[in-house]
């Protein structure tokens, strides 16, 4: 193997650990940003009366603008996913050349695939987005309920409620999937700058 690939394996399996630590990162915000705010909502209900006067009405912006933000972020996540994939394609397809000049090393256990999709339902972070994606629809909810608490039919408010958090969790889940699956046929230039050959 010749020393740019050489350079270029080490490279790329550094970027792979970059955006693998990135991702974990985002995903980390999202669940510290999830925890506070229902603490943030507790502590202003429990300051008096008063408070407790516009409870819901806080509780709604600030549950659309926390569902928002969530939303931002995990674009980001699905990005950094896509981002991911072409560094681990380019190891694997270095790896194979490095292979096939070997005549002693037959017995390869690492992985050669170049044109695996970047949505793989296996994958932790699949599994982390649906984790961001529930949260989005857990706070969609909240803040759906909340424009309702105060109506004369609590129970339709609830169900109303959960149905559009869950419809909307599956939603950006399904969308991001599509969009994972669809970008990572495409060549990396075609793919992340909207230009160049499709593979």
Not at 103 to 116: A, V
Not at 147 to 169: H, M, N
Request: proline share 2%; with cysteine; net charge neutral.
């Amino acid at each position: 193997m010749n020393e740019f690939l050489k350079i270029e394996y080490e490279q790329c399996l550094s970027l792979i650990k970059y955006y693998d630590e990135r991702h974990q990162s985002l995903v980390k915000f999202c669940a510290g940003l999830s925890s506070a705010v229902p603490s943030l909502l507790l502590t202003i209900f429990q300051l008096g009366d008063q408070a407790a006067t516009h409870f819901w009405e806080f509780t709604a912006l600030i549950s659309g603008v926390t569902t928002l933000g969530l939303l931002s972020v995990y674009t980001v996540l699905v990005q950094t996913r896509l981002y991911f994939i072409y560094p681990v394609r380019q190891v694997n397809a270095i790896r194979r050349v490095g292979l096939d000049s070997q005549t002693e090393f037959t017995n390869n256990q690492m992985y050669l695939n170049t044109t695996f999709s970047a949505f793989k339902w296996s994958s932790s972070h699949t599994l982390l987005n649906g984790f961001v994606a529930l949260q989005i629809g857990a706070f969609s909810s909240l803040s759906t309920y909340s424009l309702y608490a105060d109506s004369t039919k609590p129970d339709c408010a609830v169900i109303t409620a959960a149905g559009i958090g869950l419809f909307l969790s599956l939603l950006v889940f399904g969308i991001s999937a599509w969009y994972l699956h669809a970008k990572s046929k495409q060549s990396p230039d075609k793919s992340i700058h909207g230009r160049g050959k499709e593979e």
